[in-house]
């Protein structure tokens, strides 16, 4: 039972992580860059950072998976779904811009924080069912 919870525990720091840097590289870009405008592209660059770092603590850490034989095809499972879930950020981010600002509301003023941290939460569980049944399918944690 322990190491299920600790199981999940470790798919949500590692999920976190990626939340983190994909969130402060979206920050960075408005706040330090003033790229308001392009927006979009700070939060692509963002998730870009995140899949690096989250994959390589997914497969290696969470899923305690050591085996090299199955990385070109994993990496590709885990890069679909990321996708996946990048083409719903954009989507959720530009929707809830335009409907915040129909509402009178700045964007860019703390709402697109908000609104990005509640899109991460939300794909995560997503995600989390995704790599558990297709990426990293044969490499369930042993219960100890």
């Not at 954009?90 to 709402?111: C, M, N, P, R, Y």
Request: net charge positive; charged share 10%.
């Amino acid at each position: 039972m322990f190491s299920d919870y600790w199981f999940l525990m470790r798919y949500a720091i590692v999920g976190a992580c990626g939340g983190g840097i994909q969130t402060a590289t979206l920050y960075t870009w408005v706040e330090f860059f003033h790229l308001e405008k392009y927006y979009i592209f700070g939060s692509i660059i963002g998730f870009c950072l995140a899949l690096l770092v989250t994959f390589t603590l997914q497969k290696y850490w969470t899923f305690r998976d050591r085996a090299h034989s199955q990385l070109k095809k994993q990496f590709f499972f885990y890069t679909s779904i990321a996708i996946t879930n990048l083409t719903l950020n954009i989507f959720f981010l530009h929707t809830s811009k335009v409907i915040l600002e129909a509402l009178g509301l700045d964007f860019f003023h703390i709402w697109y924080l908000i609104v990005q941290v509640g899109i991460v939460v939300l794909l995560a569980g997503l995600s989390f069912m995704a790599n558990y049944l297709f990426t990293f399918n044969r490499n369930i944690p042993e219960k100890t």
